[in-house]
């Protein structure tokens, strides 16, 4: 078993969901990003989300596009997020580390290198935005034998049927699923039919469900962790960093 | 070829929330195409509210003038809103129509998209956003006028560049936000496919046209077929007519700026390499890390960092060749089509006429040098006066 599977293992057993953390690397500096997330990993969440700042960030709401930006101001590239990741695989040898990034940057780095880099930092996974079914072969021949694996995302427009078809062959993964029709960003409401998406993904996939894109507050990851297996929460944790740079005790209080 | 693909370009590298919409405009776009009903009304509508088909012009005084090739201009300019994008913005609009969308977007740079846009709106009775570049609203006010007059909704965008690139970003975070009603009107070659494929279609009028009445009126094919190229929809509309006639030279005009090794300049295939954005892989202006840059050009409309998926295929295979033009240049062109043939082009246009004029010197008076003159220049006065006074004098032809 991978990390991901051990990670889930074990919420499962604690009867509870896993708690997936997104933050933007590099915002609002390389060393307030590794800070925040050493504090996640110690201190609730279960998986890392290490975003990748890009130029043109189209699957993104305000808050993490402006993250993205400020961190490329810096000049934060993706070997500053893999060797961040390295740091964070010492102190935090169980806790699955995924690289969340847009494709043409993963491109552009070479994908071979990439996969090598990755694999060598201690990531277990990558997710890609805009790397749908239709594409992700070519990712995905020079991730799996390097050990690593890939998360699919799942949105509110697709089928059970094609959500299914994402998640075979990354039984070692989990599905990210998109709670709603939009960019991140944190929303007051999640939308009603939310729980039965969830229950119906759930029973479809042999692979655990995580539920995120607008998850800000406790009580949504309370409803998330009814029916999924996981929740996930980015732009509420990377507009705690907007006040000081630091993520309180109150920024992560999600279970 | 893998359906959706030129070679190793094009593609849909889109959010996934975008990917059940892409299939429905992909099955709504082929049940369309064959079906003659959809095609005559596009016909209809070309010709009785565009005023197609666009005549051919014999530049018979700048050809006197270069000595050389003849040119002969495709006026795209004489279309109902002044360029050729009206052509795919009808096709789109109908189709948004068919499959019952309630509400059209679309993305624009020199915002001669966006008033094609808006018109095709008022024309069907939907309503219409345009996103815009903050920089583009500045420079192309007269355009941000006409859509407002139209009834489009312009939202001005100040991120990144604040160009075209950041438009279409925000157009495609509207349309994952909104897809079950809305229906974006992409007007360019670019995007994830079926977009290439179908803007491609509903250009080709261009080409196809002009390939009849070269034969009508000259007797012969263009020795070569030239066009400015941004994201590059007229460029493919017209070469889409030549594609399978060897003997015709397809030459693309791809917006030079400052020079192309100043950095400051829209040239995707002559500076870019290989990369995925906006839902193809295609050559783009990157760094090294895979940032996008921002992109530079006296003309909105080529101020682009892409270029669609099938140029890249026809510059790889050699098909098509593709060249840079500068700012100065363009504005040069501007003036020699102004004064020669009484004909105040688009900036984007006059790349592809300054690439004529310099090539008609060099060839014989039987060539025919074929440029598509994509849209006319009365959106571009204050930006060429201004052009003007901030360089150098250009040398009057």
Redesign the interface.
């Known amino acids: 078993m991978n990390r991901i599977q051990n990670c889930f293992s074990r919420t499962r057993a604690a009867g509870r969901p896993a708690f997936v953390a997104y933050l933007t690397m590099g915002f609002p500096s390389l060393a307030a990003s590794e800070k925040a997330a050493d504090t996640l990993l110690s201190s609730g969440a279960d998986i890392l989300e290490l975003g990748v700042p890009?130029?043109?960030?189209?699957?993104d709401g305000a808050v993490i596009?402006a993250a993205a930006?400020a961190a490329?101001a810096q000049g934060v590239?993706?070997a500053d997020v893999l060797a961040l990741a390295a740091r964070l695989r010492a102190k935090h040898p169980d806790a699955p580390l995924v690289v969340f990034s847009?494709?043409?940057?993963?491109?552009?780095?070479g994908l071979e290198r990439f996969a090598d880099e990755a694999a060598a930092a201690g990531v277990d996974a990558v997710l890609v935005?805009?790397?749908?079914?239709?594409?992700r072969d070519e990712l995905l021949a020079v991730l799996r034998p390097r050990g690593l694996t890939f998360v699919p995302?799942?949105?509110?427009?697709?089928?059970v049927e094609?959500a299914a078809a994402s998640a075979k062959g990354l039984e070692d993964s989990f599905l990210y699923v998109?709670t709603v029709?939009?960019?991140t960003g944190a929303r007051a409401e999640l939308p009603p039919e939310l729980k039965d998406r969830l229950a119906t993904l759930r029973a479809a996939v042999d692979v655990p469900i995580a539920a995120g894109f607008g998850v800000s507050t406790r009580e949504q990851a309370a409803m998330i962790g009814e029916v999924a297996d996981g929740f996930v929460v980015g732009s509420a944790l990377v507009k705690a960093l907007e006040k000081d740079g630091t993520l309180h005790a109150e920024d992560l209080r999600y279970y | 070829m893998k359906k959706g693909h030129y070679g190793p370009y094009g593609g849909q590298y889109i959010a996934e929330t975008l990917m059940t919409p892409l299939r429905e405009l992909e099955a709504a776009y082929e049940e369309a195409k064959a079906d003659p009903a959809f095609q005559a009304e596009f016909r209809e509508i070309l010709r009785d509210y565009v005023g197609r088909e666009s005549p051919l012009t014999f530049a018979r005084r700048l050809t006197e003038r270069l000595g050389g090739a003849r040119i002969v201009l495709k006026r795209e300019d004489l279309n109902h809103t002044g360029a050729h994008k009206v052509n795919n913005t009808i096709g789109q609009a109908l189709l948004a129509r068919r499959m019952g969308k309630k509400r059209l977007i679309a993305e624009t740079g020199a915002g001669m998209h966006g008033v094609a846009t808006a018109t095709v709106a008022a024309l069907f009775g939907m309503p219409c956003e345009v996103y815009m570049g903050a920089t583009d609203v500045a420079r192309q006010a007269p355009n941000v006028a006409r859509m407002k007059m139209l009834g489009a909704t312009v939202h001005p965008i100040e991120e990144g560049g604040a160009t075209l690139k950041d438009a279409m970003n925000e157009a495609i975070r509207d349309w994952i936000a909104n897809c079950d009603d809305t229906f974006y009107v992409i007007g360019t070659v670019a995007g994830p496919h079926p977009y290439p494929a179908m803007v491609r279609d509903f250009q080709s009028v261009i080409g196809t046209e002009a390939r009849r009445q070269m034969l009508e009126k000259f007797g012969k094919l263009p020795d070569q077929a030239i066009a400015c190229v941004g994201g590059g929809s007229n460029a493919i509309g017209l070469f889409a007519g030549f594609l399978d006639d060897p003997g015709v030279r397809l030459v693309g005009v791809e917006a030079g700026g400052k020079g192309i090794a100043t950095g400051e300049h829209a040239a995707s295939i002559c500076g870019g390499r290989p990369g995925v954005l906006h839902g193809s892989k295609t050559y783009l202006l990157q760094t090294d890390d895979g940032q996008i840059l921002d992109t530079y050009s006296v003309s909105a409309g080529l101020d682009y960092p892409g270029v669609g998926p099938e140029h890249a295929y026809l510059a790889d295979t050699g098909r098509a060749e593709y060249v840079p033009v500068d700012d100065a240049e363009a504005v040069a062109a501007f003036d020699a089509l102004c004064r020669y043939e009484g004909i105040i082009p688009a900036l984007e246009s006059s790349h592809a006429v300054a690439e004529a004029i310099k090539r008609a010197p060099h060839l014989p008076g039987d060539a025919i040098l074929l440029v598509n003159l994509s849209g006319r220049g009365d959106k571009d006065m204050d930006n060429v006066l201004a052009w003007k006074a901030a360089n150098p004098p250009v040398p009057a032809l």
């Open positions: 890009f130029s043109d960030p189209v699957a596009r930006y490329l590239k993706l847009y494709y043409n940057v993963l491109y552009a780095h935005v805009d790397l749908p079914l239709e594409e995302l799942v949105a509110p427009t697709t089928s094609r998109i029709k939009g960019t």
